[in-house]
């Protein structure tokens, strides 16, 4: 089974710009999740897509958006770049992660090493 | 708000010595996983537990979930330098799901 892919795997933006990025689940999987980590704030948990549906959300601004496609392809957006964006996104694939109460694994793929000068 | 805590959040140790990271959370977890990164790499998933109380092993690697289900610990007997890594827990509560602060593990050959 061939696992998550994220693409790109690096990119450089300046501030003001927007940037999208763009991630592939394990195939029969349908929940994706977005994370931020960054060496000062540690793994920060973005949104979770479930079925082309945004099922959680965590505490970031509205710059950062996200959607999912019916082949369960999610793609997350950030608006109006600020410095602090820079991060490593990750994005990680399961059957459905926060629907069940016991949360089934995450598969995370490579990231996208986001750089904003 | 909701935190989950890691202890140390940096450790070396000579190859051969035990190594063990500690989790807290301030509230009460419905699960915990563990994830290990590598340096460069991403996190992969370990284990879960879910059970108050409950103990896995898998090799040299032991795992706890706290009887109040607030806190958890990683034990590894005996490091080896391809323990090297940054070990995560995580766990949800209520409808969120968070990592601690991961502990950075270098093993000194």
Known sequence: ?117 | GQQVMQIPQYQHVQEGEDFTTYCNSSTTLSNIQWYKQRPGGHPVFLIQLVKSGEVKKQKRLTFQFGEAKKNSSLHITATQTTDVGTYFCAGKTGNQFYFGTGTSLTVIP
Not at chain 1, 4 to 13: A, S
Not at chain 1, 28 to 34: D, E, Y
Not at chain 1, 108 to 116: A, D, E, I, N, S
């Open chain 1, 1 to 117: 089974k061939a696992g998550v892919t994220q693409t790109p795997r690096y990119l450089i933006k300046t501030r003001g710009q927007q940037v999208t990025l763009s991630c592939s689940p394990i195939s029969g999987h349908r929940s994706v999740s977005w994370y931020q980590q960054t060496p000062g704030q540690g793994l920060q948990f973005l949104f979770e897509y479930f079925s082309e549906t945004q099922r959680n959300k965590g505490n970031f601004p509205g710059r950062f958006s996200g959607r999912q496609f019916s082949n369960s392809r999610s793609e997350m957006n950030v608006s109006t770049l600020e410095l602090g964006d820079s991060a490593l996104y990750l994005c990680a694939s399961s059957f459905w992660f926060s629907g069940p109460p016991i949360p089934n694994e995450q598969f995370f793929g490579p990231g996208t090493r986001l750089t904003v000068l």
